[in-house]
């Protein structure tokens, strides 16, 4: 399978733990994304990378939000002190970043907050 | 606010039957348009684009129209099967930088697509 794979597809925390995310995107794809949807919403831009440069981050982004792409491959997205309002799914997306472009996700991390 | 507006939030068609599906925008700066399609616990699946230097982009069943003075884009199934069953999202983004940025979602419009 050579899709955007997330990990883990699930995760339930109690308030105030902190969490991470992984995500592996397609092989030749540069640009990395990160979105949040909560239910009835569609999703939510939270940030980007460009290779392992962060080039964009949304106003959604609190300071307990952290994105990392450290080689230009994975990424994580932790939150720390984890509140309820935390609660969603987190979506991965890559692209090639050059052109007209597409973005191609993956399955997401639903997380529940306690 | 909502730039990116899916103002019907559920349609139920017949199978073989067109399905027409809407998305209107606010941001004059958007010049790349896509539809997904998902499916309970799984991420958006990519369905169809257009760029704004077009009207019409075709693909097998699905269909998108651009218009640009209205700032209106629809995506026609045609004909409708029992499997496009899902909820589709509009989305669109303005290509500043010779790559897709950000992408501004409408909220959802869940399609059912009765036998």
């Known amino acids: 399978d050579t899709g955007v794979s997330q990990n883990p597809r699930h995760k339930i925390t109690k308030r105030g733990q902190n969490v991470t995310f992984r995500c592996d995107p397609i092989s030749e794809h540069n640009r990395l994304y990160w979105y949040r949807q909560t239910l009835g919403q569609g999703p939510e831009f939270l940030t980007y990378?460009?290779?392992?440069?962060?080039?964009?981050k949304s106003r959604l982004l609190s300071d307990r939000f952290s994105a990392e792409r450290p080689k230009g491959s994975f990424s994580t997205l932790e939150i720390q002190r984890t509140e309820q309002g935390d609660s969603a799914m987190y979506l991965c997306?890559?692209?090639?970043?050059?052109?007209?472009?597409?973005?191609?996700f993956g399955p997401g991390t639903r997380l529940t907050v306690l | 606010d909502q730039q990116v507006k899916q103002n019907s939030p559920s349609l139920s068609v017949q199978e073989g039957r067109i399905s027409i599906l809407n998305c209107d925008y606010t941001n004059s700066m958007f010049d790349y348009f896509l539809w997904y399609k998902k499916y309970p616990a799984e991420g958006p699946t990519f369905l169809i684009s257009i760029s704004s230097i077009k009207d019409k982009n075709e693909d097998g069943r699905f269909t998108v129209f651009l218009n640009k003075s209205a700032k209106h884009l629809s995506l026609h199934i045609v004909p409708s099967q029992p499997g496009d069953s899902a909820v589709y999202f509009c989305a669109a983004s303005a290509d500043t930088q010779g790559g897709s940025e950000k992408l501004v979602f409408g909220k959802g419009m869940k399609l059912t697509v009765n036998p």
């Open positions: 997306a890559s692209s090639q970043g050059s052109g007209t472009d597409t973005q191609y």
């Open positions: 990378f460009q290779n392992e440069a962060q080039l964009e």
